[in-house]
């Protein structure tokens, strides 16, 4: 296992910033989040275009990857699709030109779980053959509505293409639907290519997360589930500031 970290509210870092975080940290890769973030749209960002070789040499020598880029927008709302399609256009660009196996995708709890999951096989099925052709992986986060990993394997297999696969939300797939390490793995087994790793504690319908060790998440058991499946791929801590 290799472990990274999320730029998930760390708004005020630049790339170089973020870089030497991780060397200081002994991380081995960093997971950009969100686009819309200034230092992915300003002209000078290291992750335009124009950038991309200075980029993928200024990671080659810290020794660090990318092993993820996170879409933000729902794509199981409906309403959302054209949105959608667009934002994980842009990041599998951005993914081509760094070199980033990994798309997380999200969406999110709602009551129209039909209608959802329908919205998010046609936001996959528009983007599919580009990650295809790319060899990028379209990771469903174990969240929201798939936070239910029976319900995300049946959309893993409804595809069942190597290239769209499960990103395991450890503390959001325990704590808001109660799926224990063990049946995570039984569910999603081999399709879990990346995870998603931060601690809380549960206070009546939301999450009160806490620093890694001091929340209820049972983490021993998770890893010993990981190995139970060989996983070699990331751990990626989400660590927003303000928690």
């Known amino acids: 296992m290799k472990f990274s970290f999320s730029t998930k509210g760390w708004h005020d870092n630049s790339f170089e910033e973020f870089c030497t975080i991780a060397e200081d940290l002994h991380f081995e890769g960093i997971e950009p989040h969100n686009i819309r973030n200034r230092i992915f749209s300003e002209k000078d960002s ?6 991309a070789a200075t980029t993928l040499r200024m990671l080659f020598e810290r020794n660090l990857k990318l092993p993820c880029i996170d879409v933000i927008t729902d794509i199981g709302d409906p309403k959302l699709y054209n949105n959608s399609v667009e934002e994980i256009k842009s990041c599998l660009k951005i993914a081509v030109n760094l070199r980033i196996p990994n798309i997380r995708l999200r969406a999110e709890a709602c009551d129209d779980h039909d209608a959802a999951v329908a919205n998010v096989k046609k936001v996959i099925e528009a983007i599919l053959p580009d990650a295809e052709k790319n060899r ?87 890893m010993k589930a990981l190995r139970s499946v060989n996983y070699d791929g990331f751990i990626s801590l989400v660590w927003d500031p303000t928690w």
């Open 46 to 51: 290291v992750f335009q275009e124009y950038s």
């Open 136 to 222: 990028i992986s379209l990771l469903i986060e174990t969240r929201g509505l798939y936070a239910d990993t029976a319900l995300l394997r049946d959309t893993l297999e409804y595809f069942a293409d190597d290239y769209v696969a499960a990103l395991w939300n450890m503390s959001a797939a325990y704590l808001t639907v109660g799926e224990t390490p063990a049946k995570v793995i039984a569910n999603l087994g081999a399709y879990v290519r990346h995870v998603h790793l931060n601690d809380a504690v549960k206070t009546g319908d939301s999450l009160e997360y806490r620093l890694l060790g001091e929340g209820d998440l049972p983490i021993r058991e998770m």
